[in-house]
């Protein structure tokens, strides 16, 4: 398995600019979700998924959308980047039950600057 | 809210001497509290987890934690840290039955040689 994937691994932006950070896993976990890293603060949650059709805000949801088609993807959208959202982007994934329900697995991240 | 503070920015510790890095949470109902370990440029690495049962949980690469519910505590600790220890270490926190997952700041470890 090639667990959680993440695409492009780095990715210069001009404000105003739109683009998809892909995030896509094999291991058919039904919950996923995006979170944001910035120096002093940790992980900060953006939105999440817990199934294909189904997503919800995180903490820190402005500025971003997703969309749940399948089960393996979960891309994020920023619509008009803006110098704020600078910052290093995780994908994570997990099973919503059983014993091996509750490790989140990350991907190796991207990381995002906008100019 | 479920939340998780780490109260120390840096925890500098000599090669061989005991590894401690500190945890406390605040959730409403029973916590499932995990420790994640990020090296330089890299994504976040599962260490150990606490769910039920034994309140000394052991994980990878030699860390244990112990939960303790009356101070709302869940510690990280090696016996022997090593230099390849060095790294950012996530505490987080997740109430049974909420799907959202709540992280500390982090704790950058240096082990000194």
């Known amino acids: 398995n090639a667990g959680v994937t993440q695409t492009p691994k780095f990715q210069v932006l001009k404000t105003g600019q739109s683009m998809t950070l892909q995030c896509a896993q094999d291991?058919?976990?039904?919950?996923m979700s995006w979170y944001r890293q910035d120096p002093g603060m940790g992980l900060r949650l953006i939105h999440y998924?817990?199934?294909?059709?189904?997503?919800d805000q995180g903490e820190v949801p402005n500025g971003y959308n997703v969309s749940r088609s399948t089960t393996e993807d979960f891309p994020l959208r920023l619509l008009s980047a803006a110098p704020s959202q600078t910052s290093v982007y995780f994908c994570?994934?997990?099973?919503?039950?059983?014993?091996?329900?509750?490790?989140?697995?990350f991907g190796p991240g991207t990381r995002l600057t906008v100019l | 809210a479920q939340s998780v503070a780490q109260p120390e920015d840096q925890v500098n510790v000599a090669e061989g001497n005991p590894l401690t890095v500190k945890c406390t949470y605040s959730?409403?109902?029973?916590?499932?509290l995990f420790w994640y370990v990020q090296y330089p440029n890299r994504g976040l690495q599962f260490l150990l987890k606490?769910?039920?049962?034994?309140?000394l949980v052991k994980g990878s690469y030699g860390f244990e934690a112990e939960f303790n519910k009356s101070q709302t505590s869940f510690h990280l600790k090696k016996p022997s840290a090593l230099v390849s220890d060095s790294a950012l270490y996530f505490c987080?926190?997740?109430?049974?039955?909420?799907?959202?997952?709540?992280f500390g700041k982090g704790n950058q470890v240096v082990v000194i040689p």
């Open positions: 291991m058919n976990h039904e919950y």
């Open positions: 998924s817990v199934g294909a059709g189904i997503t």
């Open positions: 959730v409403s109902g029973n916590p499932y």
């Open positions: 994570a994934s997990r099973t919503t039950g059983g014993v091996r329900g509750d490790t989140q697995y």
């Open positions: 606490y769910i039920t049962g034994d309140n």
């Open positions: 987080a926190v997740r109430d049974y039955g909420n799907n959202r997952l709540a």
